[in-house]
């Protein structure tokens, strides 16, 4: 009860909090609440509300923890979080912990990260040192706004990895921006099955390691705040005493967004494969292993062009509520043992869309041999397209009917995790990497339990990396003094 009366006072001096949320992966229900205070001084408190394991409300602690709720949600306070909490905070109604009339302001500060990017590329003193200054030609270069200003000049940090109207994920922004790395494995778990209960069913380790992903999740939106709000560049972050980014600072008005980014949507958690492939199965399963998917990870952008000069017919795209798929979707590498036969030049294509085959009679009269045409130079060139076409997603949807995840520290490069998996004898199908998260496809589903178990963790944090790159450095150096001395 003493610790609940020391937090109560010390929420009391704030204006500033941090907020996140967690979901119970068996059914969705919001159960775990995080919060972080930007005091004025240091300490500050990471607060962890457990929501399925809340004292009775005729208790003392409850009325404690009311109280706590009414002084962070109070008039006049602004809370930072990394996606909409106005969503993400109505289940909490059903608790009664406070009066859900919110009068404090809640800023998601993800919608303001994109602009604040691009802005920071566009203004970094590290490839233009001379940038406040005058130039000659006597354009003032402070006043140039970042879409005259080509942020390609930019050679020391790396340029968007998402469209314009695409959300960031916080491990990639805290990436990209600070060269920081978060894990984010723990997103998807077992919320409410008690991180601090003894009767919980999770074991010591998993619950340390799940409390501190909930922290850290925290932290990496406060590192985050006062860059994006009040545009600070590169070398500003860098130089900032960190206290500076974990203190209460004076509150500005929000920078305007990008009218792009004001109608963003961004896609569910679990994305429906079916219409993302606008495929019929019932035996897909979703891919949900991370907090943010999003459709430019998944799938290469779609092109109109087709190959060669062959004039293929548009079919009618039809909409599955979540995005259009076009006819002339792209074959991936993986996919090229999945040919499509066209037909041999100077033969006319029928446009035959319901695939009828021609009585066998009339075929045979048209043919100078008594050989019969296989059913597959029957079809028209457009149904062969669009069967193709079905094959390939098909194909490429059992990729990832059976799969493995691992975060990943984000200096690994493909090939290298190639060569790890093989160096452990994993037969994978196919490997992606999906916002820190790599997601490696197998076989079945006796493969995927084998691999499981047999794959560490933290294959690939950073410790490993650094491993790793230390014994490719000592290997290329034994390499090439064998070679000087031959």
């Not at 942020?151 to 060269?179: D, G």
């Not at 992903?213 to 960190?242: G, H, M, P």
């Not at 996919?335 to 009585?359: S, W």
Request: contains cysteine.
């Amino acid at each position: 009860m003493e610790e609940l009366h020391l937090l109560v006072h010390h929420v009391q001096q704030c204006i500033q909090f941090t907020i996140d949320t967690e979901s119970e992966k068996s059914n969705g229900q919001l159960a775990l609440i995080q919060m972080q205070t930007i005091s004025p001084q240091l300490p500050f408190l990471a607060i962890l509300i457990e929501l399925q394991h809340l004292p009775s409300n005729h208790l003392p602690t409850y009325v404690k923890i009311k109280e706590f709720f009414s002084l962070v949600f109070r008039s006049g306070n602004k809370l930072y979080s990394w996606d909409d909490m106005d969503k993400e905070l109505e289940p909490i109604q059903d608790y009664h912990l406070f009066n859900w009339s919110l009068t404090a302001s809640l800023i998601d500060i993800q919608l303001y990260f994109p602009d604040w990017y691009e802005w920071a590329l566009a203004h970094c003193e590290s490839c233009r040192p001379n940038h406040h200054r005058r130039h000659p030609d006597g354009i003032n270069y402070d006043n140039v706004t970042t879409q005259n200003y080509s942020s390609s000049m930019c050679v020391c940090h790396e340029q968007s990895p998402y469209r314009p109207n695409e959300k960031w994920a916080l491990q990639k922004a805290l990436s990209y921006a600070a060269h920081m790395f978060i894990d984010k494995s723990s997103t998807v778990n077992n919320w409410a099955a008690g991180l601090t209960s003894n009767n919980s069913t999770l074991s010591f380790g998993r619950r340390k390691k799940m409390i501190n992903y909930a922290i850290y999740d925290c932290f990496s939106t406060t590192y985050l705040i006062r860059l994006v709000l009040e545009k600070w560049t590169f070398n500003q972050l860098k130089d900032t005493n960190i206290v500076d980014l974990f203190t209460s600072f004076k509150s500005l008005p929000l920078p305007t967004i990008n009218s792009s980014h004001k109608k963003n949507k961004k896609l569910k958690k679990n994305i429906n494969l079916q219409k993302l492939f606008n495929i019929n199965d019932d035996d897909l399963q979703p891919i949900s292993d991370d907090d943010e998917i999003y459709l430019k990870q998944l799938i290469e952008p779609v092109t109109n062009e087709q190959p060669g000069n062959e004039k293929i017919s548009n079919d009618k795209q039809e909409f599955t509520g979540q995005l259009l798929v076009n006819d002339a979707e792209l074959i991936s590498e993986e996919d090229n043992e999945i040919m499509i036969d066209n037909n041999q030049e100077g033969q006319p294509a029928e446009d035959n869309d319901n695939d009828k085959i021609q009585p066998a009679a009339v075929i045979e009269g048209k043919l100078p041999t008594t050989k019969r045409r296989i059913t597959h130079q029957q079809r028209s060139r457009v149904s062969r397209q669009r069967r193709n076409r079905k094959q390939n997603n098909t194909h490429r949807i059992r990729r990832y009917h059976h799969y493995i995840t691992r975060s990943m520290y984000y200096r690994f490069t493909m090939p290298s995790i190639k060569k790890i998996l093989k160096q452990h004898h994993i037969n994978y199908v196919h490997v992606k990497e999906v916002d820190g998260i790599l997601i490696i496809g197998v076989k079945n589903s006796l493969i995927q339990q084998q691999y499981q178990d047999q794959i560490p963790e933290d294959i690939f944090d950073r410790k490993h990396y650094q491993i790793h790159h230390q014994h490719r450095h000592q290997h290329r150096h034994q390499h090439h003094h064998q070679h000087h001395h031959e």
